[in-house]
């Protein structure tokens, strides 16, 4: 997706902003993280390098989890463990980069990862779009410059629309 076409799509609840640094996005990702619950799903989208793995380390510390998040590309999915606050409950980090066609998504344990009691945060999510709940927050990153990135946070479902809009309270006033 463009920068021009990110804003095509209107809505009271979509969130659109530009972070200006990792740390940024970070920051952003732990203020989300902090707003998830159980059987919460978040589907990232974005080109290689756009900061998917950063906004999801964000995601894992507002989670509370303390455990290092590296993109799992070779293994698909990652496990983590929300804090003692969270009832340690699972987080599962799925990266979909390598799938290429809809048939290899089974056996990789997304489906298991989706019907958890836990957290699922999914890079490349467009390549699971069948197998995705139809109820999920969409995050889609877009490269505006070496620093910069276009974030979109569109909501799927009252419980997202209701996220989103403490998000913009808690993290952008």
């Known amino acids: 997706m463009s920068v021009r076409n990110i804003h095509t799509v209107r809505s009271l609840h979509v969130l659109d902003f530009v972070s200006h640094s990792v740390a940024q996005t970070i920051r952003v990702g732990q203020r989300l993280g902090e707003l ?35 993109s799992p590309s ?15 409950m699972p987080i599962s980090h799925a990266d979909l980069y390598r799938i ?15 019907d958890s009691d836990g957290v699922c945060l999914i890079e490349w999510a467009d390549r699971a779009e069948a197998v995705l709940p139809a109820e999920r927050l969409d995050v889609h990153l877009v490269h505006l410059s070496e620093t910069k990135r276009v974030v979109r946070i569109t909501p ?6 209701d996220l989103v809009d403490t998000l913009k309270k808690t993290a952008f006033t």
Do not use: M
Request: glycine content about 16%; hydrophobic content about 35%; proline content about 1%.
């Open 74 to 88: 070779f293994v698909l999915i990652n496990q983590y463990r929300a804090d003692a606050r969270r009832g340690g």
């Open 36 to 70: 998830l619950q159980r059987g919460d799903v978040v589907a990232l989208r974005g080109d290689l390098g756009v900061g998917k793995t950063h906004l999801i380390k964000g995601i894992v510390q507002g989670l509370g989890s303390t455990d290092v998040v590296n």
């Open 156 to 161: 799927r479902g009252r419980r997202y629309e």
């Open 100 to 114: 290429e066609r809809p048939a290899e998504l089974h056996g990789v344990g997304l489906e298991e990862a989706l």
